[in-house]
């Protein structure tokens, strides 16, 4: 079995000539990590995850102008949305958009959020993120402000 005969193998009755993948290629090299770069950049800018292992792949459209968007991950249980809506709703704040994907005994949410309440009050996101980051379940949050 080869990806590269030499002459004799060609024609060899006992040969298994197979295509060549390249995926030992300097080109390949340099695509696969320009799609690692890539990959990390985005997840870092807007929370997208592609291409992973552990984490399920999870994008969510363009955040909104004047939105703000929190990432998280948490333990794949039942009631772990409602616990986390109710900490953003309990704060006055509004949910945007947000998905939620899970892999095995994770799920990894992203949620879009409107930063001002209706009456105008001031929000310490801070805040907000520590008490959704103290929920039962939850592994870990990060908030998102946008490039």
Do not use: C
């Amino acid at each position: 079995v080869t990806d590269f005969p030499d002459d004799t193998l060609w024609d060899h009755r006992n040969s298994v000539v197979l295509p060549h993948l390249g995926a030992s290629t300097e080109e390949a090299e340099d695509s696969a990590a320009a799609m690692a770069a890539d990959t990390i950049r985005d997840y870092l800018e807007t929370g997208t995850i592609r291409n992973s292992v552990n984490f399920p792949p999870t994008a969510l459209p363009d955040r909104p102008d004047d939105s703000i968007r929190i990432t998280l991950v948490n333990r794949n249980q039942p009631g772990m949305l409602a616990k986390i809506a109710e900490v953003i709703g309990k704060s006055g704040l509004n949910i945007i958009q947000q998905i939620n994907h899970s892999r095995d005994t994770i799920a990894y949410n992203v949620i879009d959020i409107n930063p001002h309440t209706a009456d105008g009050t001031s929000v310490s996101l801070k805040a907000l993120q520590k008490e959704i980051t103290l929920l039962e379940g939850v592994l870990s949050t990060r908030v998102l402000f946008g490039t």
